[in-house]
């Protein structure tokens, strides 16, 4: 009978660890990580920020249009409505692509649903260009929702792409290329927008071209790069691809290592293909793991980040700085969250997801605390402003430091890849309800509330901090199948070694028990 190989050793398995620990990273791998991130979270950033410099003038191209269209100047309700409509019809356009996204994926796989998204990128770049020539205010609205289709497959791909191409102890390192080219699109948006560039009433248009600079820098390099080994080896069975794939990412020819990971998984799924949102909603193997990406995801956007935007000019007003000089003093809002991205994508392969994501949600609900209450001595002292705004700039930073992130890298970790597409999918889903969500409610909140409003996002983070405490285990140099392990005991399924990854699957293919059985006896007999 065919003897098992022999356990390796623990001291091999952590001379196995230090040698990929040592293992430099490939220029392929960089390359990927950038050039994907630029012409996908870059977007996304570069757009939640592209229109607040140029809103006036886009309020009266709307109004000068409608008086040589009907001959008599916008009404208030109405141009209150087609402003609301142009700014949140972004996230409408996310949602819709964050719902598209299983299908492209499942043809297209990682990197061409990445190289076919630029098409969504270029088309809305060149409908909000030649809107105001056209004399259109509906290409505009449509170069938004197109954008938001754009940035909401991107969100989802990008991070998986990133998850699946990266070693195990850099991949949360390599995952936050994601937040911090998100936070450097906001940054470039408030630069290009100031008055000196492109924030003029004669140039405000050429803001909106820019959109197709980073989706044509993506298009030049893509394709150069390899697909997700992963996804050739699990879903294409192309494993000679897949060991290419791998040989460039890490820059060495033995990658059997690799090879044989991805196939444990593989093995794992032998009887399940790509599940879809249904499946994965009714299967209790990954019920947590499902529970703690929506929990995440949501506190992602209802922390009260995008409602600080709403408050910065008026905090600077009442600190007296001139009208002028607002934009500029603004720009280091855009500064301090790519600073604080950059040092938690540096940090976290040291620190861990966990402490990241509680130490930011928890500092965030100290500093909206100490803001809540400086806001409401705004008017007595006249150098409170001054510590409003620096709590303005320390709820960014604690944000960029975990929350602003991490819930993208985690959505990649806790599903194994047959369950990762439907996880992003709803991962992406509740990002942008909570998105439209919180743009549609927050004005309701601040009338009523005033200063008090940011008491809510406190809440949000306090909550966000505890669940994740109590249910989130730490996923830093673990491998997909560690990760789905340490989630047995919550979800009660009963892991049995060496065959436990089979016991994922029973609940989501009930046919297949008694094969898994029959496995797991052959295995026991080897």
């Known amino acids: 009978m065919h003897k098992p190989p022999k356990k390796q050793p623990a001291e091999h ?36 920020s592209v229109v607040n410099a140029p809103a006036l003038y886009i309020k009266a191209f709307y109004n000068k249009t409608w008086i040589e269209r009907y001959g008599e100047p916008l009404g208030v309700e109405t141009a209150t409505l087609l402003w609301s409509v142009t700014v949140s019809i972004f996230a409408i356009g996310g949602l819709l692509g964050a719902l598209s996204v299983s299908v492209i994926i499942k043809v297209l796989g990682r990197k061409g649903t990445l190289l076919l998204n630029n098409s969504f990128a270029l088309m809305a770049a060149l409908l909000l260009t030649l809107g105001e020539r056209a004399q259109s205010f509906e290409m505009l609205i449509i170069g938004r929702l197109i954008i938001g289709v754009d940035s909401g497959i991107a969100l989802s791909v990008l991070p998986m792409y990133l998850g699946e191409i990266t070693p195990r102890h850099i991949r949360g ?14 940054f470039t948006g408030q630069v290009l927008g100031l008055p000196e560039l492109l924030g003029q009433e ?13 989706a044509m820098l993506q298009l030049c390099v893509l394709p150069f790069l390899p697909e997700s080994p992963r996804y050739l080896l699990i879903e294409r069975r192309d494993e000679v691809g897949a060991e290419k794939a791998f040989q460039r990412f890490l820059g060495k020819k033995d990658v059997s290592q690799e090879l044989e990971e991805v196939h444990a998984e593989a093995r794992a799924q032998d009887n399940l293909l790509t599940a879809s949102v249904f499946q994965l909603l009714r299967n209790p193997a990954v019920r947590w793991q499902l529970i703690t990406i929506i929990i995440s995801m949501a506190c992602y956007q209802l922390c009260g980040l995008n ?8 905090i600077l007003r009442e600190a007296g700085f001139a009208e002028s000089i607002i934009p500029y003093i603004t720009l280091s809002t855009g500064a301090i969250e790519t600073l604080a991205a950059i040092i938690s994508g540096l940090v976290i392969e040291r620190i861990g997801r966990k402490p ?39 709820v960014i930073a604690s944000f960029c430091s975990g929350p602003g992130g991490i819930p993208f890298v985690l959505t990649g970790e806790l599903f194994e890849q047959s369950y990762r597409p439907a996880a992003f999918m709803i991962a992406g889903i509740v990002n942008w309800l909570s998105n439209f969500a919180v743009g ?40 997909f199948m560690d990760i789905s392990q340490s989630f047995a005991k919550i979800n009660k399924i009963p892991v049995t070694s060496p065959g436990h990854e089979t016991e994922l699957v029973l609940s989501s293919k009930p046919g297949t028990v008694e094969k898994v059985q029959d496995v797991v006896k052959m295995e026991s007999c080897l």
């Open 307 to 314: 409602a600080i935007w709403y408050y910065t000019s008026g």
């Open 13 to 48: 398995k952590m001379s196995d660890l230090k040698t990929s620990e040592q293992q430099p990273v490939t220029g392929c791998l960089l390359s990927a990580a950038f050039f994907g991130a630029l012409g996908s979270s870059f977007i996304y950033g570069y757009n939640l």
């Open 440 to 479: 549609l409610l927050f004005p309701f909140i601040q009338e009523k509330l005033q200063s008090f409003a940011f008491l809510v996002f406190v809440v949000v983070c306090v909550f966000g901090s505890i669940y994740l405490y109590v249910i989130l285990p730490e996923t830093k140099n673990k491998t």
């Open 202 to 214: 004669t140039r405000w248009s050429y803001l909106f071209t820019f959109l197709a600079f980073p």
């Open 173 to 186: 390192s390599i995952g936050q290329f994601n937040s911090i080219l998100i936070c450097f699109g906001v």
């Open 356 to 394: 990241l994501l509680i130490f930011g949600f928890s500092a965030m609900a100290i500093f909206f605390s100490l803001l809540t209450v400086f806001l409401n001595f705004q008017d007595s002292l006249s150098w409170m402003p001054y510590l409003s705004y620096i709590c303005i700039l320390a």
